[in-house]
């Protein structure tokens, strides 16, 4: 499944970029995130508690900065396994852009999963994977610009 977006977010490039690459915010950011260590030169580690349709799972995943040009974006890659429940994988290519009105971040990302994950469907597993996505730029938009004036 493919996922993209586009975020603008009222903070300069450089700003976003820092945040993008902090595992404080990236916690803060990601939904059931319960734990995430590392950084972006080694790559994270992290454990995220969710429900997917009948399914709950922990899941616990690596993830990597890959085609890193700073300031400008990034592939992160990233696998996760939630044991019986099965695992998930993906990419996503982030970019960012200085607009009139902050940085325009634009995501393309792909995830597979496999296991009983699986076998709910393409229907329920893309509408988890849309809405666990404009959770976390929800989230992340709401770190980097701070709570309204």
Known sequence: MELTGTK????????VWAHLNNPETLKACIPGCEDLTGSPETGFAATVKQKVGPVKATF???VTLENVVPGT????????????????????????????????????????????????????????ARKMADQFFDNFQAVVEGPPD
């Open 60 to 62: 616990h995943g690596e």
């Open 73 to 128: 974006s990034y592939t992160i890659v990233g696998e996760g396994k939630g044991g019986v429940a099965g695992f998930a994988k993906g990419g996503a290519d982030v970019t960012l852009r200085a607009v009139d009105e902050g940085c325009e971040l634009t995501y393309n990302a792909t995830a597979k999963v496999g296991g009983k994950l699986a076998q709910l469907g393409s229907r329920i597993i893309g509408g988890f």
């Open 8 to 15: 603008i977010i009222a903070a300069d490039t450089a700003t």
